[in-house]
């Protein structure tokens, strides 16, 4: 799954990878986003195409229709997704990215459990596949977003079986395509995840469970 992850670079610095300037509408801002422990139930700057251009909005990360009497959701499974209740017209309209410099896993050692970073190899930012209600800026009650995960595989398996469903930049920007049919964004999410074996992982403080730290020394290796 994906409860909690670092976005912490500048906007340019994810932007840079899926569009140009003229494919943005999108202010420049040079300041550090610095959140390197997003968690759910938060505010999150999230990527979504209108009108033909990328948009970046603040949107809440927990996603629960009026008829659903329960806590508000944060992951999708990709094997549902598309045909749920309660994401099929998610899939349909509102697929965005959450851009990352990685996430994070717990796993049980002993009587503890042990926080993992996990990011890409070649130090790129990654790309996370997610659904939200659209368009993002209403405000109504049901704004919010999931984040879609995918089963783990290779060594990821080891930290947690699930993981968020990360995308190329190519398959990103094809992913947020308003013309893009639900049918046609599966076809997307197939060919263009990112693969276990461009990951790797690092222990990490144990301070990152706690939603109230924030700062570099969460993702540095212990």
């Known amino acids: 799954m994906c409860g909690r992850f670092a976005q912490a ?6 932007l840079a990878f899926l569009a140009d ?4 509408d999108i202010a420049y801002d040079p300041a550090p986003i610095g959140r390197y422990n997003v968690a759910p ?6 990527l979504s195409e209108r009108d033909s251009q990328l948009h970046l909005d603040p949107v809440f990360w927990g996603y629960a229709p009026g008829w ?3 806590p508000p959701l944060i992951n999708a499974r990709v094997e549902t997704a598309a045909t749920s209740r309660m994401f099929k017209p998610l899939w349909q309209h509102g697929r965005a990215i959450c851009f990352a410099d990685g996430w994070f896993e717990w796993k ?9 970073f996990i990011h890409r190899a070649d130090g790129q930012p990654i790309f996370m596949a997610a659904i939200g209600s ?3 800026e ?20 080891d930290i ?10 190519d398959a990103a920007r094809a992913w947020m395509r308003q013309d893009l049919s639900g049918k046609e964004a599966e076809a997307i999410i197939a060919d263009g995840a990112v693969p276990a074996d461009k990951f790797i992982w690092h222990a990490v403080t144990r301070a990152v469970g706690n939603v109230k730290n924030q700062g570099p020394e969460l993702i540095e290796a212990l």
């Open 134 to 136: 659209a368009p993002f």
């Open 41 to 46: 139930g938060t505010k999150v700057l999230l």
């Open 9 to 14: 670079q500048t906007r340019e610095a994810y």
């Open 138 to 157: 209403r405000g109504d009650e049901a704004e919010g977003f999931v984040i879609v995960t995918s089963a783990a595989d290779e060594g990821l398996i």
């Open 68 to 70: 659903w009497n329960k």
């Open 108 to 116: 049980r050692e002993g009587n503890k459990k042990q926080p993992w």
């Open 160 to 169: 947690h079986d699930r993981r968020p469903l990360v995308l190329s930049p």
């Open 21 to 24: 300037e003229a494919e943005r």
